[in-house]
C-alpha cells in the first residue's frame, strides 16, 4: 500500500461517510476505526511501521514524509 495516510486525509473520508450513513451503530464504529487509525499516523510510520515523534516531517527509517 502506498498511499500515505494523514490525518487530513482521515478527516476527509470521515466527513464524506458520515453524510451517507445514518446508523448511529455504524458511525460508532467508524469513528472508533478512524480514531485507532488517527493514533497510528502520529505515532507510527505508515509505510514502515517505525515508531516516531508527531513532531518530526520525516520518518527516520524509511524517509516517508509525514506532515499532512
Ligand atoms: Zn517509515
Redesign the pocket.
Known sequence: MSEILTKEKVGKSRSLKFKEIEDPNIIAELQNDYQTKTILVTDK?P????V?SDKITE?P????NLVA
Open positions: 510510520c509505510a514502515c511501521g517505525n516516531v520518518c527509517n524509511c524517509g516517508l
